[in-house]
């Protein structure tokens, strides 16, 4: 019997992120992939896929947020958690209001992710 592992997509322009946060999820025990634009992300076969979503809220083009309301849009109700550099409350408290499962101040710990990634997953 194969055992699938729920496949969390990362989108952010920062390289150190996408190289490191991958590895993260692994040892957590997901599958992931990394994608350097919201832009890359759509146009791949992981939109199907995709379980929940790690997404910087500033990159060049399209946004987190933009990509969440695309997302949307396009009818999959998928978990998102935001992750910024930019301490502002203010835009954290409007993307949980908007239905993100949590918004993650950059540098976050290992444990405030896998808490997020519990949540996401239903696991509380």
Excluded: W
Excluded at 42 to 49: M, P, R
Excluded at 69 to 95: G, M, N, S, Y
Excluded at 96 to 119: I, R
């Amino acid at each position: 019997m194969m055992i699938t592992r729920p496949l969390v997509s990362v989108i952010d322009d920062d390289e150190s992120v996408r190289e490191s946060l991958p590895d993260l999820l692994t040892e957590f025990g997901f599958a992931a992939h990394a994608f350097a634009s919201p832009e890359e992300f759509l146009v791949s076969d992981d939109v199907f896929q995709t379980r929940c979503l790690i997404l910087d809220i500033a990159m060049p083009g399209m946004s987190g947020p933009d990509l969440y309301r695309e997302v949307k849009k396009r009818q999959r109700e998928v978990p998102v958690i935001f992750i910024t550099a930019r301490r502002d409350e203010t835009v954290r408290k409007q993307l949980l209001k908007d239905g993100a499962v949590e918004c993650l101040f950059k540098p976050f710990s290992d444990t405030a992710l896998l808490e997020a990634l519990n949540l996401a997953f239903g696991g509380g």
